[in-house]
């Protein structure tokens, strides 16, 4: 099947910087993505997501933005901050039944 | 308002022991699935059930069976654990209407010795 990967397994961040990170899909009919937060030893937390019509969504400190064109999602953090040391997992819509495909995470480490 | 929650939190089997891992949301949610993690791994579907009455698999089936006990509750079942199966297992849910975004258990970490 299709995957959602991500081009960078880890992440080091100064504190109060902004962050970027990014994923690559390959089902270019998928018609809705999400980002999460895994925290350690947590279950994944929805942020934000974003449906195949929009190029750019903002949330509170959080933007996504989709490039169709390239099968490209990026999640930018603004400001970041030490809580925002996580795993963050790109995911997109399998088409059916309301299925999830994940990539395999980046790591976001916030250095003080 | 709990949202969903898993027991065990911690298990460990031997090879060849049975056990069941369950699940249950509070939302009145339709959806139900069933994800493994492994390290360094994203999240691969298990099970899912789309509504009460109804389950289907999903990428790594072999070695599981599960049961949507009602709306609420939803379980997943090793009968012959393997410790290929060692991992950490995440129940989710999400409504019928909206969006596609599934909320998650906290876990449960399963090592099979």
């Known amino acids: 099947g299709e995957n959602v990967g991500l081009h960078l397994p880890t992440l080091s961040v100064q504190e109060g910087d902004n962050s970027i990170i990014n994923c690559a899909y390959s089902?270019?009919?998928?018609?809705?993505f999400i980002w999460y937060k895994q925290e350690s030893g947590k279950g994944p937390q929805f942020i934000i997501d974003?449906?195949?019509?929009?190029d750019k969504r903002q949330g509170q400190r959080v933007t996504v933005l989709l490039n169709k064109t390239v099968k490209h999602l990026s999640l930018q953090i603004a400001a970041t901050q030490p809580g925002d040391s996580a795993v963050y997992f790109c995911?997109?819509?399998?088409?059916?039944?309301?299925?999830?495909?994940f990539g395999s995470g980046t790591q976001l480490t916030v250095l003080p | 308002n709990a949202g969903v929650t898993q027991t065990p939190k911690f298990q460990v089997l031997k090879t060849g022991q049975s056990m069941t891992l369950q699940c249950a949301q509070d939302?009145?949610?339709?959806?139900m699935y069933w994800y493994r993690q492994d390290p360094g791994m994203g999240l691969r579907l298990i099970y899912y059930?789309?509504?009460?009455?109804?389950?289907d698999k999903g990428e790594v089936p072999n070695g599981y069976n599960v049961s949507r006990l009602n709306k609420r509750e939803f379980s997943l079942r090793l009968e012959s654990a393997a410790p290929s199966q060692t991992s950490v297992y995440f129940c989710?849910?999400?409504?019928?209407?909206?969006?596609?975004?599934?909320?998650f258990g906290p876990g449960t970490r399963l090592t099979v010795t």
């Open positions: 989710a849910s999400t409504g019928l209407q909206g969006p596609y975004e599934q909320y």
């Open positions: 089902n270019s009919a998928s018609d809705y």
């Open positions: 974003i449906r195949s019509n929009m």
């Open positions: 995911a997109e819509d399998s088409g059916s039944a309301r299925q999830l495909t």
């Open positions: 939302m009145n949610h339709n959806s």
């Open positions: 059930s789309a509504s009460e009455g109804t389950t």
